[in-house]
Each structure stands twice: as structure tokens, then as C-alpha cells.
């Protein structure tokens, strides 16, 4: 029988490797995978124009997206996790010494306000230094992927979207999520994976950062596409865990070490699934009203496609 092709994207990696190139396949449907060489660019093409039946995205474009009425639903694939100590930078002639002393400055953001990486580092400064995040004036370099969102009074474009180039001059003495390579910038943490590897530690914070989303007209006429995409990433990343386990993973990338220093802590580093994950995602929800990116919080029952509310992988 002649499978039904989905339109796809999801960045490579070891988790979906497997699924990308064959290795796992779905029962009834073929993953037809479109390469986009800025992730980004197809959040935003599936946010404004749902183009594509099955798209890797980011997690807060999505709540937010989901909150404006966007006709697609996420399934708890969450395919990237990731520590955000690093993206907090700061212009070291300032004379910044911790992110404590952000509080009433101006503070550059990558992209969006909106972006997840910004919202965890902001959490970040929030948690650990006690800085209420409204005393702070964010300077995003870029618009919102979703369009219709309306940003709190303290976040005011960039004017000209140069970030690299105002925190290096020292105009802005911080950003979240720039990347700059400048002598005057670095780090406001001295060794930024030990103090995220403490705090998944002491407090259980792994951020999550992308889940996948179906187009809602799909899911209506087919509940177990749900099912099966669910299923497929799944056995994917049991194939990549497994290598991960047996230090099979020669040279490991960023991302790898990230899901190694997990494993000290946890069986898998990449649960899917609403229930082993509802602890991070309520916070993720929480800090998105915190950041006024949401108004109210969200029901996970809202959030996630209902043949897999369920479904732990």
C-alpha cells in the first residue's frame, strides 16, 4: 500500500538521525523532509503560513502561536533540551560582576523576546539573582514570529538590530542569546556547563527548548498521524540513547554533552511525553505569563494533540 507523504522539517541530529535517513519508518505515512538551513526560517514559514504538515518548533513560538489561534497542535516530541547559562553576555569593560546587577539596564535579546533561549535565560536571571525582569528594558534585535503578538511596555527594539555590534561598543552592557565573538564580551558565568549542569542538579532545571507540531486540519482528518510521528521520533531516539549509553559517540557535539552530563541524573535524557516533563513544562508556561508573553496560563490538555496526551516514549 502506497504510504501518505508529510511535508517535514527537523533539524539533524542524534535523536531523529535515525527516523531521517530510514533507519525507522511509520506504518502509513512517509516523513518527506525539507532541509532548511536556518531552523528559524521554518518556524516562522509554519507560525505564518502552516507550511508544512509536520515542523520542528520551538516551544514558546508555539505557546504563543497556540494562544493567537494558530490552526496546528504540538505532540511532546521535545527534541531539544538545552543549558542557557552561556547565552547570557555581557560587555566586560561595564563592570557588570553578576546578573544581579542587570536590574535597570538595557539588555539586548537575540532575535524576539519571545525566543525559548531568552525566556529560560531570563528565568535564569530571575531565579537564581532575584532581578525582577520588569526592571529591566529588553532591546530584541528582530520582530516576533508570530506577528500578532504585542509586547510589554519594557521591550523596545533594537533601532538598528545590530547586536553583536552595541554589545561589543559597550551601548548595550548585556544580551541574552547574541552571538558575538569580541574580546570585550563573554560570559557572566565563569564556567556556564558546570553552573547549568548545578542547577539541573539542585533545582531540576533542563530546559526544554523545541517540540513538534502537526497542522490541526491533518490531525482532524487522521488522529493517528498523532500517534505514529510520536512513535517514530521515539524509536529514533531510543536508537541514539542507546549509542549515548554505550559511549558509541566518537566525537561528541555540544548537544551531546548536554545529553551525557543528563544521563548522571536521569535514565533518558530525552523523555517524551507530557507526564516526565510536566514539571518543566508548567515552569516554561509560568515564566511565559511572568514574561507577559502569554496572558494566562495553558492547560497541557490544550497544548498537546489528544491520541498522545498520554503517551510516554
Known amino acids: 500500500m502506497t504510504k501518505t507523504k508529510l511535508h517535514a522539517v527537523s533539524r539533524t541530529q542524534g535523536n531523529n538521525r535515525a527516523l531521517k535517513e530510514g533507519e525507522v519508518s511509520l506504518p502509513d505515512f512517509e516523513l518527506d523532509f525539507e532541509e532548511v538551513p536556518v531552523l528559524v526560517h521554518g518556524f516562522r514559514r509554519m ?23 494558530v490552526k496546528f497542535t504540538a505532540l511532546p516530541i521535545f527534541l531539544v533540551r538545552d543549558f542557557h547559562h552561556d547565552a547570557i553576555l555581557h560587555h566586560v569593560p561595564s563592570g557588570l560582576t553578576s546578573p544581579a546587577d542587570l536590574a535597570g539596564k538595557r539588555v539586548g535579546v537575540n532575535r524576539g523576546y519571545t525566543v525559548t533561549t531568552g ?11 532575584d ?10 534585535s528582530g520582530d516576533e514570529h508570530v506577528a500578532e503578538y504585542r509586547a ?11 547586536l553583536a555590534g552595541r554589545l561589543s561598543s559597550g551601548d548595550l552592557v548585556a544580551a541574552v542569546g547574541a552571538k558575538v565573538d569580541h574580546p570585550d564580551v563573554a560570559t557572566m558565568f565563569e564556567d556556564p556547563f558546570a553552573a547549568a549542569v548545578g542547577a539541573l542538579k539542585t533545582r531540576g532545571l533542563y530546559p526544554i527548548n523545541h517540540c513538534v507540531v502537526v497542522r490541526d486540519e491533518l490531525l482532524e482528518q487522521n488522529p493517528d498521524v498523532a500517534v505514529q510521528v510520536m ?3 521515539a524509536a529514533s531516539k531510543r536508537l541514539y540513547v542507546e549509542e549515548l ?7 561528541p557535539s555540544r548537544v551531546d554533552k548536554i545529553h551525557q552530563a543528563a544521563l548522571d541524573y536521569m535514565d533518558d535524557p530525552l523523555p ?8 518543566t513544562l508548567e515552569k516554561l508556561i509560568g515564566h511565559a505569563v511572568t514574561q507577559k508573553i502569554i496572558s494566562e496560563p495553558m492547560a497541557m490538555e490544550d497544548l498537546f494533540a489528544k491520541p498522545v496526551l498520554d503517551t510516554v516514549a
Open 47 to 69: 507560525v505564518r503560513e502552516l507550511a508544512y504538515d509536520v515542523c520542528e518548533m520551538a516551544l514558546t513560538t508555539y505557546i504563543c502561536a497556540k494562544a493567537h489561534g
Open 131 to 140: 532581578v525582577d525582569l520588569s526592571s529591566i528594558s529588553w532591546a530584541p
Open 152 to 162: 510589554p511596555g519594557n521591550v523596545q527594539p533594537l533601532e538598528d538590530g545590530d
Open 231 to 233: 512513535e517514530g521520533f
Open 245 to 251: 549509553k554505550a559511549g558509541r559517540i566518537s566525537a
Open 272 to 279: 517524551y511525553g507530557i507526564e516526565p516533563n510536566r514539571d
Open 119 to 129: 525566556v529560560w535565560a531570563r528565568s535564569i536571571i530571575q531565579e537564581e539573582f
